[in-house]
T-cell receptor, first 110, second 114 residues
């Protein structure tokens, strides 16, 4: 399974756009890129998933360049409630369980 | 998405005892997994719970320590056996409803061993 590298932590002020970049140099042809959010005392919650180019939903956008060796999760206008750990995962979207990296701890400051 | 319920949500146990954690899903799912999250750490996959057969364990985890059952498509249990303080963690159940959907997680069982 492809290994991912992301910043350990990030700080942002409320109302700003936050971009978290994840590197996955060994991504395989069949692999999808999935991002999860985890609050304390809760299980990870699915945010967004993509294969290439750009994916957008009501929560976030995911940008994937043509070589797919990295991806960027974009959170528009963050609020204090977006303070959480964000995990980037790469794997085949089939029956294979996800393997978690260390994640990025995002702290949103008022 | 599937609703996943884990019981108990937390427990405090004595060293040397065993605890069984239950994972109940409100709909049939294709795959069920168990993860462990040690304090301040990321999630580590323990095993894949296979319906009607022995679970598939990841490196570093063995059946004698973490026996798993999955009697049907909506239920699984994980037992943490002969517990020691090093087993103090959050144990999370995760499911795949089908191959085209993302994995979903329960809120975990917070286990403390004294």
């Amino acid at each position: 399974l492809a290994k991912t590298t992301q910043p350990i932590s990030m700080d942002s002020y409320e109302g700003q756009e936050v971009n978290i970049t994840c590197s996955h140099n060994n991504i395989a042809t069949n692999d999808y890129i999935t991002w999860y959010q985890q609050f304390p005392s809760q299980g990870p919650r699915f945010i967004i998933q993509g294969y290439k180019t750009k994916v957008t939903n009501e929560v976030a956008s995911l940008f994937i360049p043509a070589d797919r060796k990295s991806s960027t999760l974009s959170l528009p206008r963050v609020s204090l409630s977006d303070t959480a750990v964000y995990y980037c995962l790469v794997g085949y979207s089939g029956n294979t369980p996800l393997v978690f990296g260390k994640g990025t701890r995002l702290s949103v400051i008022a | 998405s599937a609703v996943i319920s884990q019981k108990p949500s937390r427990d405090i146990c004595q060293r040397g005892t065993s605890l069984t954690i239950q994972c109940q899903v409100d709909s049939q799912v294709t795959m069920m997994f168990w993860y462990r999250q040690q304090p301040g750490q990321s999630l580590t996959l323990i095993a894949t719970a296979n319906q009607g057969s022995e679970a598939t364990y990841e490196s570093g985890f063995v059946i004698d320590k973490f026996p798993i059952s999955r009697p049907n498509l909506t239920f699984s249990t994980l037992t943490v056996s002969n517990m020691s303080p090093e087993d103090s963690s959050i144990y999370l159940c995760s499911v795949l409803t089908n191959s085209n959907q993302p994995q979903h997680f329960g809120d975990g069982t917070r286990l403390s061993i004294l």
